[in-house]
């Protein structure tokens, strides 16, 4: 016996009220690309008794299916279900099948749960929990049941078309379906941050486009290869993402050569405010998005991120901005970008950077350093030089 059918609920959207359609055509959308792109075809995709439902087309699709369901903003949880024919004799034979089969680990504890939205089903729910309940009791026998953390549960469903039980349930990542909060600008390094800022911001919605600021030759191309697998990650719950790569070279140089040391990185991160905010005005795009998390380096104090702030007109979202490191770690690997973020592979940020730069810079000195430089060429030039990588 094995789970031929995907039933996922949805979170917060159930909150929606008349634009609700809206939010489940979207999500009904990026499932459809996330599947497509895992080259997972020939399944059948259906909202249906106010769930999201894929049946396979080819039964082994299921697993990697349901890690995409689990990674995809806008669904609750996701369960691996084999349907049943509607009584609840039959039922318990399908979940004593099913957790045999499944249920094959050590020693650990179970609950079983149900759902009824069939109320004519003649047993309520808690009498199909004791009743199935029992049933799964005595095939994994030396585990104890446990009501409120079950390492495991037995879902049954009875729903107005069929019935269902699942012995493999998950949580999903929440959220609302990306693309329904409009559009923003990842600033996209290498690091463990961005790609985890970017996760959260299109988690509630926001579609990504996303900017990599590219130092050649001091800067390997190895980087940027990194740079691409983590927008690709991200490209994956959105159906495709445009990584503009920018080039940076020359203002990296300019800077070095005739600013002051200590505001190395913080003149940086000026210039590519400065960038991102205009490739973000051509792309028809009003929000940034960055990794940064207060305090967490020097350029990242309250005093320095007002300073870029200042410098655009776009809204910046800082998702991180009250992170510790290891709850940005825990997200990372959540969603499947740690391995490559942890990478070794320089970053331009580290480049000409003095052992202590400045944490607190005054405008009028930033400003002073940058009056030595050609700003606005430097920039038209970087922009010149972009390039957009479809992903
Ligand atoms: P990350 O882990 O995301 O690299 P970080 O802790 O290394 O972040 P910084 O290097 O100070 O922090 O960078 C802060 C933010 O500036 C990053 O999270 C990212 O949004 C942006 N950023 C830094 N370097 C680049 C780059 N080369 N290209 C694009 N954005 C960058
Ligand atoms: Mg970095």
């Known amino acids: 016996m094995q789970p031929d ?19 489940t055509a979207r999500l009904q959308k990026n499932l459809a690309g996330a599947l497509r792109a895992a080259g997972l075809r020939g399944g059948q995709l259906r909202i249906h008794e106010a769930r999201m439902m894929w049946e396979p087309g080819n039964a ?90 079950p390492a495991h549960t037995l879902l049954v469903e009875i729903l107005r078309d069929f019935a269902c039980v699942s012995a493999t349930n998950a949580d999903c990542v929440g959220g609302l379906p990306v693309g329904t909060a409009g559009r923003g600008l990842l600033l996209l390094s290498g690091g463990l941050d961005s790609p985890v800022a970017g996760f959260l911001a299109q988690k509630r919605g926001c579609e990504l486009d996303a900017v990599y ?23 994956a719950r959105q159906g495709g993402l445009r990584l503009h790569v920018a080039h ?6 300019a800077i070095h050569s ?6 190395t990185v913080i003149l940086y991160r000026r210039f590519m405010y400065r960038i991102a905010a205009a490739i973000a005005e051509r792309a ?30 776009k809204l910046t979202l800082r998702p991180l901005i009250g992170q510790d490191k290891s709850e940005i770690v825990a997200v990372a690997h959540r969603i499947g970008t740690y391995e490559t973020s942890i990478l070794p592979a320089e970053d331009c940020c580290t480049l000409f ?3 202590h730069p400045a944490v607190r810079a005054p405008e009028g000195v930033l400003e002073a350093n940058e009056a030595k430089l050609d700003v606005q060429a430097l920039i038209d030039e970087a922009l010149a030089r972009t390039v957009v990588v479809q992903l």
């Open 353 to 355: 950077v003095p052992r």
């Open 258 to 263: 005739a600013c002051d040391p200590k505001l």
């Open 5 to 23: 059918l995907l039933i996922a609920r949805f979170g917060e959207l159930w909150l929606k009220g008349d634009n609700r359609h809206q939010f």
């Open 248 to 253: 940076f070279t020359e203002i990296q140089n």
């Open 60 to 149: 082994s699709d299921l697993p990697a299916a349901f890690e995409i369901f689990r990674n995809t903003p806008g669904l609750a949880n996701v369960s691996a279900c084999v349907r049943a024919p509607k009584n609840i004799e039959a039922l318990g034979d399908a979940a004593v099948e099913l957790v045999r089969q499944t249920w094959t680990g050590p020693q650990s504890t179970f609950v079983c749960r149900a759902r009824r939205v069939d109320k004519h089903f003649p047993e309520n729910g808690p009498l199909i929990e004791r009743t199935i309940g029992d049933r799964i009791g005595h095939v994994v026998s030396n585990w104890r049941v446990d009501l409120r953390t």
């Open 284 to 313: 028809g795009i009003q929000t940034l998005c960055t990794g940064e998390s207060l305090g967490q380096v020097a350029s990242q104090t309250l005093e320095n991120l007002r300073t870029v702030d200042r410098l655009t007109d």
């Open 213 to 235: 600021f590219h130092s050649p030759p001091y800067i390997p191309e190895a980087s940027r290869e990194k740079v691409e697998a983590l927008a690709r990650n991200l490209a």
